[in-house]
């Protein structure tokens, strides 16, 4: 089993992604592209750049940062051409106004469940627990695999938010790790 994923957010306190009070890993990559999606940034499987231009105050250190000439300042404007980017990360060191942002990165089962079980005295009272969402999780089947098991011998609460989009076969694995599915159809 693979013990690391692509996670794109972790949020604590989570009141909508199952009951009781949860802690939701959401994962990178989805195959589907639905006019409704909140996730947007999670379709890619690969970390990718996040601008916020609202943020931008145009101080141009990422231009200055960035090896790859990724920023540029075209008719006065923040432009990025994500063509060149690599998701380096050296441009988001720069940016004092949070208007970049890196949406995923590398994780291991141990770091996110060190930081979902810090809570598990909000999940026991409260009747929540871990929810993994995305993107869609079946994308990661490896790691998804992992971290449910693992989760599930720290007694946890778990959902599994998905579209469906996976064999019937992988679904069966994980069945006696997952609680309550929660399906976006």
Known sequence: MKKSGIVFDIQRFSL???????????????????????????????????FYKEKCVQCLECIRSCSKSVHLLKQGKHVLDYQK????????AHCAYGALKLSGGEMDVDTILKEVIADKSYYENSGGGLTV?????????????????????????????????????????????????????
């Open 16 to 50: 909508h992604d199952g009951p009781g009070i949860r802690t939701t890993v959401f994962l990178k990559g989805c195959p589907l592209r639905c006019m409704w999606c909140h996730n947007p940034e999670s379709w890619s499987r690969e970390p990718q750049l996040m």
């Open 85 to 92: 980017c690599d998701a380096c990360g050296e441009c988001i």
């Open 133 to 185: 969402s995305g993107g869609e999780p079946m994308l990661q089947f490896p790691f998804l695999e992992a971290l449910l098991g693992e989760a599930k011998t720290l007694g946890l609460h778990i959902c599994l938010e998905t579209s469906g989009f996976a064999r019937k076969e992988l679904f069966s694995r994980i069945a006696g790790n997952v609680d309550l599915f929660l399906y976006d159809i």
